[in-house]
């Protein structure tokens, strides 16, 4: 371990105290045992942070667990990355793993690996392409999820909702097959209890109710009922049980 | 209290204009407490329903607030997070109509105050909106020690409190009479809502704190904009 103008580093194997540090990083296995606040925080080994984080970047490509809460500018995730507390991201972007045990407050997630989240999940925008399961809220002003394995949200809310089918879908059965296999069997879809929105256009969803001004039903949907201010769109590929011109 | 009149979610947005993107930002933001979002099962399936007539102030005040006023600056003012260190321009008070001489006299605030360009705390104008309300019904005694019971409670966090439980300032007076000899009492409390006296107890008047506190973050912190009343505070949060 060397620490050299206020910035810390294992490679090895080692322990940094908590305190105030422009540079932290942690290649070896690592542990912090108290807050910290850091202009940089890279885990690409094994890192474990004790106490809270205030940082303005976050990088975590190997595996890191932060025991409390994470307030940062950015972060991203290549690796798995696990919040006990709650996270408040300006700019999430993960391609790995990222678990939060509480709610999760953003300006931008961007995922393209796998999301989980035990309380709300809150930003400007949210864009998914691989799969997630939030067991509170989803709200953002924008939703795109392009479905690429199981999501699940309790609810949906926000301004512009758009969930379309992942692009594998069109590619035959072999893939299919291939993305049930790595999804766990299930079926690559988005399940919620209710959608509401502004302008929602959906496909391969499964929801109780959805609720909105203008409101486009793709294939593979089934919803047990909608109810629309505006207008409403249905294909012919997809259940609907009750709509509802509100 | 389950009294409440409720007013549907699809009721709220019709009526006041809305739609579902504003309401979801707002709730983000912290300007609707999530408290107020009840989930009650109808015949349609779950529908959120909130307490009819807060949720209609709360929105008609955003979309008066919002023409001159950024969300943030507008979540740092109503957050539930209650900032202490909040600052209240004095001259306002008196604009209001919140303060005469009877009131500047019990809460020992110097009458040239509003002279310069001072600020009170949100304790004290709480303590200044409490009398005000007492003024026409409560002796100068009666005001000293609703200011007295005010300035002690402020000490142990009462702003705090405020913000988590729903807290009523009572005036009360007993009388007593025996052997031809009559002495009344007065007694001023804070305690929860439903709190119950004794049937020869008088409630002279009891006033919502919540509310009260309310009123200041929106009518008197609102006319100086946040840029120099308000100490920024890393407050929003979970809901």
């Not at chain 1, 790595?182 to 302008?199: H, M, S």
């Not at chain 1, 201010?229 to 049980?241: N, Q």
């Not at chain 2, 109509?97 to 949100?122: I, K, Y």
Request: overall charge negative; aromatic content about 4%.
């Amino acid at each position: 371990m060397s620490q050299e103008r206020n910035s810390a580093s294992i490679s090895g194997a080692g322990v940094i105290n908590g305190g105030t540090y422009t540079r932290i990083s942690i290649s070896g296995a690592g542990k912090v045992t108290g807050d910290i606040t850091a202009e940089e925080l890279r885990i690409s080994g094994a890192g474990k942070v004790l106490g809270r984080v205030e940082a303005t970047q976050i990088t975590a490509s190997g595996s890191a667990v932060f025991a409390s809460d994470v307030i940062a500018e950015e972060m991203r995730v290549s690796g798995s990355a696990r919040v006990d507390g709650r996270a408040r991201v300006k700019e999430l972007k993960c391609s790995g793993t990222f678990k939060a045990g509480g709610s999760v407050s953003s300006e931008y997630i961007k995922t393209t690996g796998d999301l989980r989240v035990g309380g709300d999940v809150e930003a400007e925008i949210f864009k998914a392409t691989g799969g997630f399961r939030i067991e509170g809220l989803l709200s953002a002003d924008r939703v795109e999820i392009h479905i690429g394995g199981r999501c699940h949200a309790k609810e949906i809310g926000g301004e512009r909702i758009r969930v379309a089918r992942g692009g594998w879908k069109e590619k035959g059965i072999l893939l299919d097959g291939l993305i049930k296999l790595f999804t766990g069997g299930g079926n690559a879809e988005l399940v919620t209890a209710q959608i509401e929105g502004d302008e929602i256009s959906l496909e391969d969803t499964t929801a109780e109710v959805v609720r909105g001004k203008r409101i486009e039903i793709g294939p593979g949907c089934e919803i047990g009922r909608i109810e629309y201010s505006e207008s409403l769109d249905v294909d012919p590929d997809a259940v609907v049980k009750e709509k509802v011109k509100v | 209290m389950n009294d409440e009149r409720l007013i549907s979610k699809k009721e709220v947005l019709e009526e006041l204009g809305i739609s579902y993107g504003q309401l979801y930002r707002w709730k983000r933001k912290g300007l609707i407490p999530e408290t107020w979002f009840i989930r009650q099962s109808t015949f349609t399936g779950q529908e959120t329903f909130f307490p009819r007539d807060k949720i209609i102030g709360r929105i008609q005040r955003i979309k008066e607030m919002k023409e001159n006023l950024p969300l943030d600056d507008l979540a740092e003012l109503i957050t539930t997070q209650v900032n202490e260190k909040l600052e209240v321009a004095f001259s306002r008070l008196r604009t209001l109509g919140w303060l005469d001489d009877q009131v500047v006299e019990a809460c020992h605030l110097h009458p040239n105050r509003e002279a310069e360009p001072e600020t009170v705390s949100v304790s004290e104008a709480l303590c200044v909106g409490v009398l005000c309300r007492l003024e026409k019904v409560a002796s100068k005694e009666e005001m000293a020690l609703a200011k007295q019971t005010l300035d002690g409670a402020a000490t142990s966090g009462l702003i705090e409190q405020i913000r988590q439980e729903k807290l009523l300032f009572y005036l009360l007076r007993k009388r007593l009479a025996a052997a031809g000899i009559s002495a009344q009492i007065s007694l001023a409390v804070i305690a929860q809502e439903g709190a119950r006296f004794d049937p020869e107890i008088e409630v002279v008047r009891s006033i919502d704190l919540q509310v009260l506190l309310e009123t200041i973050r929106f009518d008197l912190v609102n006319g100086r904009g946040p840029a120099n009343g308000v100490e920024h505070e890393e407050s929003k949060g979970e809901s």
